[in-house]
């Protein structure tokens, strides 16, 4: 059984910086993608970033620049570093894994930018 477990959310003023984890447990193995997705008050979930097994990355236009995503295969962990926040990035962030046609998520963790 695959589990994820977001850290580092929080609180920071406009033009600040914040790093965010995903741990990783369970059997993980082969190519997978893993990837960081975001849900505002009232909106759809949408993708923020995706970085693969093999360090291939996609980046969501409006994050282009500004954010940073990283993973460690040998610790099974994925970074989001965030710097240049803007009020629109607040949101819940969530890890995902897509692994074997099957795509697993972590419970979010809360970002939240004041102006």
């Known amino acids: 059984q695959v589990q994820l477990v977001e850290s580092g959310g929080g609180l920071v003023q406009a033009g600040g910086s914040l790093r965010l984890s995903c741990a990783a447990s369970?059997?993980?193995?082969?190519?997978?993608?893993m990837g960081w997705y975001r849900q505002a008050p009232g909106k759809q979930r949408e993708l923020v970033a995706t970085?693969?097994?093999?360090?291939?990355?996609n980046y969501a236009d409006s994050v282009k620049g500004r954010f940073t995503i990283s993973r460690d295969n040998g610790k099974n962990t994925m970074y989001l570093q965030m710097n240049s926040l803007q009020v629109e990035d607040t949101a819940v962030y969530y890890c995902?894994?897509?692994?074997?046609?099957?795509?697993?998520w972590g419970q979010g963790t809360q970002v939240t930018v004041s102006s």
């Open positions: 995902s894994l897509s692994l074997l046609s099957r795509i697993y």
């Open positions: 369970g059997i993980i193995f082969g190519f997978n993608t």
């Open positions: 970085v693969t097994s093999g360090g291939g990355t």
